[in-house]
């Protein structure tokens, strides 16, 4: 028996493994201790970006996004994780940009974020980062494959050009948003991605495998 954090795994394995019996279980997340919700002022990325992935949807942001929208905002934006030097070559010359490198504790950092991006382009695995600032209640900016599987989140923008991921960021600023939705996104996330509920998931796949097995 396989187990799995997504489709995408899921039927990676499914063809390396012809016949092996696969179940897939989704990553969760460490609630908050005080689910609240903040209203902060900075724009947000968590990640390690040393990941190529990661590295690449920071550094497109960088270069299509950020030249337009930090003459707009007075914002900063703070990257959170691992970095390389590829990383700290880019952000040089920006003064409005912060490279926080590991942290012990991500609660202010999401407490002080107005919003968080995500401008992801490769497709795999859960999206951890997005399930993380969803339990926080902080709305989203994502492309769409960053937001894969949550298309019918109303607190998640979506899209994958420049201009709009713009303008989403802009409007996310500007309160354009309700604390009821966001709220209503908290609750989704804490019956269905929190270590406790996917804890009982597996036990229960788990006992039936058991179960299946002692009838055979």
Known sequence: ILLTTCSENRDAVKDLCPGSRILEISNGTILPENIKIERGNSLLMVGNFEYAGNFEGIKWFLENVWPSLKEKTDSNLILVGKYS???????????????MGIVPKLDSFYKNARCVILPL??????KTKLIEAMAYGIPIVSTHIGA?????IKTIYKTDDPKKFSEYILKVFKNDYK??????????????FSWEVIGRRLNYFLKNISLNKTKD
């Open 121 to 126: 382009f490769n497709d795999g695995g859960t």
């Open 179 to 192: 604390n009821e939705s966001l709220i209503n996104t908290q609750n989704f996330v804490i019956e269905n």
């Open 148 to 152: 894969k599987g949550f298309e019918s």
């Open 85 to 99: 030097n590829a990383l700290k070559i880019l952000v040089a010359n920006e003064t409005k940009i912060q490279l």
